[in-house]
């Protein structure tokens, strides 16, 4: 019983992939991109929530490399993360269909039920970007 639980864990770790992309890549294909609003539903049969409505962007593919360095196309999706780790050392995750880019900041939502607005990180201060599907 504990093997399949090892063999579980091992296959639920193993089954996600972080691709990274740097700053000038992101301000790239952000360069056309337009705001949007996105509407999320819940339902939890017998219960159905209200929708969550929260800001985004319009991309529907985004170009990113694999740990071999190699461009991966990968389509996104509401569960496509981001995660930018700062010349802090500090690390901001969110959803990155919510990810929108003002003057010389990057800004996104932690949820997609309600505007959680992430703390601005400005292009300056961005060591690293990945992505994980």
């Not at 409505?53 to 360095?69: F, R, Y």
């Not at 196309?73 to 919510?98: A, C, E, K």
């Amino acid at each position: 019983m504990k093997l399949a639980y090892l063999a579980l864990g091992m296959l639920l770790l193993s089954s996600c992939a972080t691709y990274h992309m740097t700053t000038e890549s992101m301000l790239t294909q952000f360069a056309q991109v337009h705001p949007e609003y996105k509407v999320t539903i819940l339902v939890a049969p017998p219960f159905v929530f209200w929708p969550g409505i929260v800001k985004g962007n319009d991309l529907t593919q985004v170009k990113v490399l694999d740990k071999h360095e190699k461009e991966v196309t990968l389509d996104v999706t509401i569960r496509t993360g981001i995660r930018f780790t700062q010349t802090d050392g500090s690390h901001t995750t969110f959803y990155f269909n919510t990810l929108l880019l003002r003057d010389s900041t990057v800004t996104g939502s932690r949820t997609h039920f309600f505007n959680w607005q992430i703390k601005p990180i400005p292009y300056s201060s961005i060591a690293k970007i990945e992505l994980q599907k």
